[in-house]
């Protein structure tokens, strides 16, 4: 009788340290729709994401490397430079969250109101380009 129990013991314990040790990788590597999406895909929402909310007159975003997740639970992000108005800013964005900038004041270029929207050139860290409307 107890041998039995011993063993009934070792065996929920054995199926609960699987259970658990199974869904660490699934919960830290799993899935995310960002995941699924390539580097350059998730460059090009920055840069859209960047002048919708942030930066209305940007005219041009250069990605400076590829984008990665700097920590355990940390939002994708990229080092790029924007010109605004003609000058270079040194920032740090995501598709997630707001900008950071580097550099100088840290602080964003005044967005002129009413403004304009002009197409915007996004040069990807790999060295291709395109200009969207």
């Given at each position: 009788?107890?041998?039995?129990?011993?063993?009934?013991?070792?065996?929920?314990?054995?199926?609960?340290?699987?259970?658990?040790?199974?869904?660490?990788?699934?919960?830290?590597?799993?899935?995310?729709?960002?995941?699924?999406?390539?580097?350059?895909?998730?460059?090009?929402?920055?840069?859209?994401?960047?002048?919708?909310?942030?930066?209305?007159?940007?005219?041009?975003i250069r990605f400076k490397r590829d984008g990665d997740r700097p920590g355990l639970g940390a939002s994708w992000r990229v080092n790029a430079v924007a010109t605004v108005d003609g000058r270079d800013y040194e920032v740090i964005i995501s598709p997630d969250l707001g900008p950071a900038f580097v550099g100088g004041t840290g602080k964003p270029p005044e967005a002129p109101t009413p403004y304009t929207r002009q197409p915007l050139t996004v040069i990807y860290s790999d060295g291709t380009s395109e200009v969207i409307e």
């Open positions: 009788m107890r041998a039995a129990r011993v063993a009934g013991v070792l065996i929920l314990g054995g199926a609960a340290l699987a259970g658990i040790t199974a869904c660490v990788p699934s919960g830290l590597h799993g899935t995310s729709q960002q995941q699924e999406k390539s580097n350059l895909d998730l460059q090009r929402e920055s840069a859209l994401t960047y002048r919708n909310e942030w930066q209305p007159n940007v005219e041009k």
